[in-house]
């Protein structure tokens, strides 16, 4: 029985509208959560709640599925049930200043650790130069002072009157101290001394000797008095200091109470205080402070608390599902989104200032990282993003792996600088990283990296369809409900929706299927919304949502225009009338950006005598991908399964895309070309006003392809434009007829039985309805139906073999000659 067009109803599914209780999506409630995503939802909860090592999440699925959403409704709705991390801080190690001590405090108390040192410190400012500057401290420095004088003026005033005892007098001299004799209370004169007896003067020199010895003695003497002294201002200012010091840290000491790490940094700090109470004086901070003082001249600044993680509810706004930059749901974990995740960006980095002209740092210039935020939360990262960074990638799974966050730059995470740099302490890492990405990146990550499984054992696999029944109808109602709140969009009427579902099934290209691509949803309404507020409507209505439909091919269409006009002024032949031997109207869809189109391709066949070759010209000249190589193997393994399968295949083919200048791939054109193929054996004409697209496998089983709606409308519309004659139309495989959802235009004029298409499973229907000649079978006898077309085939190959024997008998008659 000849195949019969398929009806009207086949070619588009409308969404009965009738099934909708509500007159517009304002009356619906919100969907809960994704919809038809269980299986990718499940996945994250179990994730979420496993706290083990080594569960963190890679969300898979294709780019505007709203994974990224998803995730965060759903995490949003279970943070507050977890405790507020603590915050850290980094602080000054006084031990060892090139590694910086970090302290965690409660959720919000990071703040008043640093606002409370930094008034203790102000309050110092004021309080020590004050008590420096007392009367009290005054009188007690002086006696320490008068201590000193009184050591030193005892033992010389001692050795003055030793010496004058034995008529030697002690005489302090710009150079120093002398001894010189003397008589009567007066000092000789050389020229006196030097008239004394010999005996006389050598006894006064040696008098002055011992003398001298003694002296010395005392000057020995005077550095421990100094250091003494010094020792008693010392300990005068350490109580002082500490008196000062304690009084004000006391109650900052009492607010930390219970967090021993913090307690014991504060004892160090008040130590240290203590130890460098000039620094409070004018006359030691402008020592202090000089070109080699500290970074920017503070001699204060190794007091300051480098607050790094703040997680008071101030400073961490409430994040949405469009803004999750950081921020608790009702007081709980941290929701952070990486949108560059640089390593620096990840781990954090210690920066750097000029200063003498060298670049220097210190435990103040440490800046957190994303994990530091993340820390005790969720952190939520693109893949693709973060392989493209450098070290990013292996920098975020050390630290997953070892559960620490090592802050290192990347010179010396390379080994490429031994400059002493800061080694801050590590931070221990408790948070859960979601990874989002395409189905390939999550594939190749798997095969590739063996850590990545260790380290990311959830996957979370977002769906791109749903069934489309009643049920769903209403489910996905309420998800464009969802999405028109969450956008501010007008709501949609019933019909609306309807349309809306119509169209999501043509992006799935699937009639029993309905997208779940929400980004493209979401683009399709805000475009409807524009044209409704144009209009001044208070609901997005069908002629809204199909002008956005209508615009938005429009702005793509100057290529799809361009070919329809290259092929209707014959710069590119395709015929859409006739019939022509071994000539076929092939289809292919074309894909360029945003714009995707369907084009008839005109594929020949030329066969002859030969040794049972068919090739394959786009592979000849490697414009032919393996797909497409593959599909040709294909349809020559069934021509020489089929036909004279006693004789050798004595045939010589050649198959062609004509004005076909890139490359050609995929197997939808195999049964097209066998089509002109089995035409050009049987030397019977293809009719031109029809195309076919299908792949075949070797038992001439006619196998589904992709694209089927727009190749169905490239051909439609060069017919429209050269005139519908009732005689064209479209073959494709009857597995591909679910997957209708054709334009309007094209469903009308197969309505009117303009145009039409067909379903076809075998290759013996397609070239049925092709050439209008019965392809025909083999009887109980092996032979061909007669006058069918296949008959004709087996025929000619037959005349091909005898032709073939014949010329051989020929060849080598004439050689032996």
């Given amino acids: 029985m000849p195949l019969e067009p398929l009806s009207a109803d086949l070619l588009y599914r409308d969404c009965d509208v009738s099934q909708f209780a509500f007159a517009t999506t304002a009356e619906l409630s919100d969907a809960m959560g994704l919809v038809g995503q269980d ?15 080594g569960y963190n999440i890679f969300a898979l699925g294709p780019h505007g599925a709203g994974m990224r959403d998803g995730v965060i409704r759903h995490l949003q709705s279970i943070v507050g049930k977890r405790p507020v991390p603590g915050d850290w801080v980094y602080v000054n190690n ?15 108390r990071a703040e008043a650790l640093r606002s409370g040192v930094a008034d203790l410190i102000q309050d110092l400012r004021g309080s020590i130069p004050a008590i420096l500057e007392s009367e009290e401290y005054k009188k007690r420095l002086a006696a320490i002072d008068a201590n000193y004088t009184q050591h030193q003026g005892q033992a010389f005033e001692a050795l003055r009157i030793k010496a004058e005892a034995k008529n030697i007098t002690l005489l302090s001299t710009p150079s120093g101290f002398a001894f010189a004799p003397q008589r009567e209370g007066e000092v000789m004169k050389p020229e006196a001394f030097n008239e004394l007896p010999e005996e006389e003067r050598e006894k006064v020199k040696e008098t002055i000797g011992e003398l001298e010895q003694e002296l010395a003695s005392i000057f020995q003497h005077v550095p421990g008095w100094e250091k003494e002294r010094r020792n008693q201002v010392h300990e005068l200012n350490r109580e002082v200091a500490t008196n000062a010091v304690g009084r004000s840290i ?18 160090e700090l008040e130590a240290d205080l203590v130890d460098n109470i000039a620094l409070f004086t004018a ?10 003082g500290p970074i920017g001249g503070d001699v204060f600044r190794r007091y300051t608390v480098n607050v790094i993680v703040n997680n008071s509810a101030d400073a961490n706004p409430e994040p949405t599902a469009g803004n999750s930059n950081g921020g608790f749901i009702g007081g709980g974990a941290p929701i952070i989104t990486e949108e560059h995740p640089a390593f620096a960006n990840l ?19 440490i800046k957190a990282g994303s994990l530091h935020r993340a820390n005790g939360g969720y952190l939520l990262i693109d893949a693709l993003r973060l392989l493209r960074e450098p ?7 050390r630290a997953l792996r070892t559960r620490r966050i090592v802050l290192e730059a990347p010179g010396d995470y390379l080994s490429l600088v031994s400059t002493v740099a800061l080694e801050p302490d590590p931070i221990p890492l408790d948070t859960k990283v979601i990874l989002f990405g395409d189905r390939l990146l999550y594939y190749m990550l798997a095969e590739n990296d063996p850590e990545f499984s260790d380290l990311f054992k959830v996957s979370a696999d977002f769906d791109d369809q749903i069934d489309r029944d009643g049920d769903t109808d209403l489910l996905y109602a309420e998800m464009i409900a969802t999405l028109c709140r969450e956008n501010d969009l007008l709501p949609l009427t019933a019909a609306a929706v309807g349309r809306v579902i119509e169209e999501s099934s043509r992006f799935a290209e699937d009639a029993e299927k309905l997208s779940l691509e929400v980004g493209s949803i979401t683009d399709l309404m805000q475009e409807a919304d524009l044209y409704a507020r144009d209009d001044a409507a208070d609901a997005i209505d069908v002629p809204h949502v199909q002008q956005a439909i209508d615009e938005r091919v429009h702005r793509v269409d100057r290529l799809r225009e361009r070919s329809l006009e290259a092929i209707t002024r014959d710069v590119v032949m395709i015929d859409t009338e006739g019939f022509v031997a071994g000539q076929v109207n092939g289809l292919s869809v074309l894909s360029l950006g945003q714009a995707s189109f369907g084009r008839p391709t005109r594929i020949t066949a030329r066969t002859r005598m030969g040794k049972g070759n068919v090739v394959d010209i786009e592979r000849e000249v490697d414009l032919g991908g393996a797909l497409h190589s593959k599909g040709v193997l294909i349809l020559t393994g069934f021509l020489s399964a089929h036909f004279a399968i006693n004789i050798p295949l004595s045939l010589t083919a050649t198959l062609v895309f004509e004005q076909s200048y890139g490359g050609v791939d995929g197997d939808s054109a195999s049964v097209a070309e066998l089509v002109a193929l089995l035409s050009s054996l049987a030397e019977v004409p293809v009719n031109q006003g029809l195309a076919v697209t299908g792949s075949l496998n070797q038992l001439g089983q006619i196998q589904p392809i992709g694209g089927v709606n727009e190749k169905i409308e490239g051909f439609f519309d060069i017919c429209m434009r ?4 009732g005689d064209q139309g479209v073959i494709i495989p009857a597995a591909n007829v679910k997957h209708l959802m054709l334009r309007r235009d094209v469903v009308d004029a197969v309505e009117r039985g303009m145009f039409s298409v067909f379903g076809a499973e075998t290759i013996e229907e397609a070239v049925t309805i092709m050439t209008g000649v019965q392809a025909g079978g083999r009887d109980e006898s092996g032979d061909f139906t007669t006058g069918s ?17 014949a010329f051989g008998k020929n060849d080598s008659g004439e050689t032996a000659s």
Avoid: C, Y
């Fill in 94 to 108: 006084f031990t060892d200043p090139n590694k910086p001590v970090a302290l965690e405090t409660a959720a919000g």
């Fill in 391 to 397: 070290l990013a990638w292996d920098g975020l799974k």
């Fill in 347 to 365: 781990i954090g980095r210690v920066e750097h200032m000029s200063h003498m002209g060298a670049l220097v740092t210190d435990f103040s210039l």
């Fill in 283 to 292: 006359e030691e901070r402008e020592q202090f402070a000089g070109p080699m």
């Fill in 789 to 805: 077309l296949f008959e004709r085939v087996d025929e000619r190959l037959l005349e091909f073999a005898e032709a073939q024997v």
């Fill in 250 to 267: 006391h109650d900052l000491t009492s607010m930390f109470e219970g967090n021993e790490k913090v307690a014991a940094w504060l004892r």
């Fill in 39 to 53: 299986r990718a939802l499940e996945a994250i909860r179990f994730g979420t709640r496993m706290e083990k090592t």
């Fill in 722 to 725: 050269r005139g519908l004659t």
